[in-house]
């Protein structure tokens, strides 16, 4: 059985972007072992990682907890006219990079003034202190005036039972300043009326101003060696 493959494993550890707990489970139930999340990046290493102790509290978009030598602080980057707010993280480790070397041979310190590095990613520490990424700042959008996550929308779409797998990607609009487009892969290919089935649920479940512009069905979608979409080759 396919659960043979992982009797010497005792644990794997992932930490491209975080994975839905539906497709963990089945990971678990095929090989017999865990996947434990964690967040890092090239510039700072390891921030934050699930254990044995804490896994059980995992929570869609969790990332584990901070390990004993980070710093992390959070830093409101918006707030839209519905009171929803967006933090971008802001990183401090011993294991910091210098900077980025610029073509000109000149190293670029993107820091703030107390050294704390901006990651890019959006997210929040939960009442079990674990990291939970909620986006990235380029993925929020501002369709006029309202701030929109687009990751928020790629987990909507995907709690639907015809799709396996969601993309948002934004595009520019001459009224709204921009808005997005949603592409989904189908579990089952060969459903009828599936695009009717899955406008009506986004009429039916969300605010108009998060609607997409469009829903396109798409066989697969372009990704990295890492498994990252590359939505870019989408429009």
Do not use: M
Request: aromatic residues 12%; contains cysteine.
């Amino acid at each position: 059985t396919l659960r043979n493959y992982g009797k010497n494993i005792k644990c794997a550890f992932l930490g491209t972007a975080p994975i839905d707990l539906e497709s963990k489970k089945k990971f678990i139930d095929h090989f017999g072992f865990s996947i434990f999340e964690n967040f890092a990046l090239s510039e700072t290493t390891f921030l934050t990682t699930e254990t044995f102790q804490n896994i059980e509290n995992s929570v869609e978009g969790s990332t584990g907890e901070l390990l004993p030598y980070v710093d992390l602080k959070f830093k409101e980057v918006s707030i839209d006219e519905s009171k929803n707010k967006s933090f971008e993280i802001y990183a401090k480790t011993p294991f910091l990079f210098d900077g980025y070397l610029k073509s000109n041979g000149i190293v670029d310190k993107p820091f703030d003034k107390e050294g704390f590095f901006p990651t890019g990613d959006l997210g929040y520490l939960n009442k079990n202190n674990l990291l939970i990424i909620t986006g990235r700042q380029r993925d929020i959008i501002k369709k006029g005036g309202y701030l929109i996550s687009l990751r928020e929308i790629e987990i909507f779409l995907e709690t639907h039972p015809y799709v396996s797998e969601a993309c948002a990607v934004k595009v520019p609009h001459t009224f709204y300043g921009e808005t997005f487009i949603a592409y989904i892969i189908l579990k089952n290919p060969i459903l009828k009326n599936a695009n009717k089935e899955i406008n009506s649920y986004i009429i039916n479940n969300i605010v108009r101003h998060k609607w997409p512009d469009q829903v396109i069905i798409k066989k697969s979608f372009p990704k990295t060696l890492s498994g990252k979409i590359k939505k870019h080759l989408l429009i």
